[in-house]
């Protein structure tokens, strides 16, 4: 919540916190539970009523101890019985997870100089360990039902896949033998060449992610799957504010279209797009426009339900909208509809 607001993306992103808080900076530590600038506070029983039913996009949650098939324990520490509370609830529920926590617990100290991280004193006590005490989470059904999901530590980044944790970033100036895999109980599936955390997470400064995370250039968020003779729209997180924006989204589509020579099927991603109310009606006029000269057919998806609804009543008037709230869906659309 804290580096949400340091870079600026609360008018993107509604954090919340179990006991009821909707928007704003949750705290954290012994004041967990209250906000700063709350959009709203509702009952604890509410609160759960959205999470049961699935409202969360993603869920950041800490983990006490994880075994090989991405299991985490956080209700059964030692000899301390601490009990689950919401944990199962947010962690079953949420589309994406991302566990988050050091690797070792019990006097761990780390140095970062020069953007490089050090282990100055290791911890007592791993994390990482053959088989969890209590299982929380269950890293098998997650895996099975390919529910997306992250282990993000001080030194290193797990994946959760169908065979267990998989190895696949690690900070700068940590070494893998000696850092990772030493302080494991079990040795992780390791990519050929794991990539390095991004080197900014690293520094004092503000890692500019309002600008990475959406200013992307239209060019490079039309995409020709050759292969699978796909169009791919990424339209995650970008905005329509004015008449310009529609010209540019139509210029670079339209240049892609006619580089590939023939109508095409299309997928086009709506996570977090942000369509102005007033140009509802310029953007279905521009989706009609490309259907008609381009595509074949079209799938959208998103996890936002207030998107799909405001996307269906708008392009509804005009196409079929066929709006998904997942990737996977969407894909299945077009392959069934390429089925003979």
């Known amino acids: 919540a804290s580096v949400a607001n340091e870079e600026r993306l609360l008018d993107y992103l509604t954090l919340t916190a179990e006991p009821g808080v909707v928007g704003g900076v949750p705290a954290a530590g012994l004041d967990f539970g209250a906000a700063v600038n709350?959009?709203?506070?509702?009952?604890?029983?509410?609160?759960?009523?959205?999470?049961?039913?699935?409202?969360?996009?993603?869920?950041?949650?800490?983990m006490g101890e994880a075994?090989?098939?991405?299991?985490?324990?956080?209700?059964?520490?030692g000899p301390r019985l601490v009990g689950a509370g919401g944990f199962i609830n947010?962690?079953?529920?949420?589309?994406?997870l991302v566990f988050a926590g050091t690797f070792t617990a019990g006097g761990l100290r780390v140095d970062i100089v020069d953007?490089?991280?050090?282990?100055?004193?290791?911890?007592?006590?791993r994390k990482f360990i053959d088989r969890v005490k209590q299982v929380t989470f269950s890293g098998e059904r997650a895996a099975r039902l390919q529910q997306p999901v992250l282990?993000?530590?001080?030194?290193?980044?797990?994946?959760?896949?169908?065979?267990?944790?998989?190895?696949?970033?690690?900070?700068?100036?940590?070494?893998?033998?000696?850092?990772?895999?030493?302080?494991?109980?079990?040795?992780?599936?390791?990519?050929?060449?794991?990539?390095?955390?991004?080197?900014?997470?690293f520094g004092p400064q503000?890692?500019?992610?309002?600008?990475?995370?959406?200013?992307?250039?239209?060019?490079?968020?039309?995409?020709?799957?050759?292969?699978?003779?796909?169009?791919?729209?990424n339209f995650e997180g970008l905005e329509i504010k004015n008449d310009s924006d529609i010209a540019s989204v139509r210029a670079a589509v339209v240049d892609?279209?006619?580089?590939?020579?023939?109508?095409?099927?299309?997928?086009?991603?709506y996570e977090g797009f942000d369509l102005a109310n007033h140009l509802a009606e310029d953007y279905a006029t521009l989706v009609r426009d490309?259907?008609?000269?381009?595509?074949?057919?079209?799938?959208?998806?998103?996890?936002?339900?207030?998107?799909?609804l405001k996307l269906g009543r708008t392009l509804s008037r005009v196409v079929a909208p066929h709006i998904f709230e997942r990737r996977e869906d969407a894909q299945a659309f077009h392959d069934h509809h390429s089925t003979p």
């Open 38 to 62: 709350t959009q709203a506070i509702i009952h604890q029983n509410q609160q759960f009523d959205f999470y049961d039913g699935g409202g969360l996009d993603m869920a950041c949650l800490g």
């Open 290 to 308: 490309l259907e008609d000269r381009y595509y074949t057919e079209v799938s959208r998806y998103t996890t936002s339900a207030f998107m799909r």
């Open 67 to 77: 075994d090989s098939a991405g299991n985490v324990n956080v209700s059964r520490l």
């Open 151 to 201: 282990f993000v530590t001080e030194r290193c980044v797990f994946r959760l896949t169908v065979q267990g944790l998989e190895l696949i970033e690690i900070a700068p100036g940590i070494d893998l033998e000696r850092d990772i895999l030493a302080h494991m109980s079990f040795r992780p599936m390791v990519n050929d060449d794991p990539k390095l955390m991004d080197a900014s997470i």
């Open 206 to 233: 503000p890692m500019d992610l309002k600008e990475r995370l959406l200013d992307l250039d239209l060019d490079s968020r039309v995409s020709f799957d050759r292969e699978r003779g796909l169009l791919f729209l």
């Open 256 to 269: 892609k279209c006619q580089q590939i020579g023939r109508r095409i099927p299309v997928i086009v991603n």
């Open 115 to 125: 953007g490089r991280l050090s282990v100055a004193e290791e911890g007592r006590a």
């Open 90 to 96: 947010i962690s079953q529920n949420a589309k994406k």
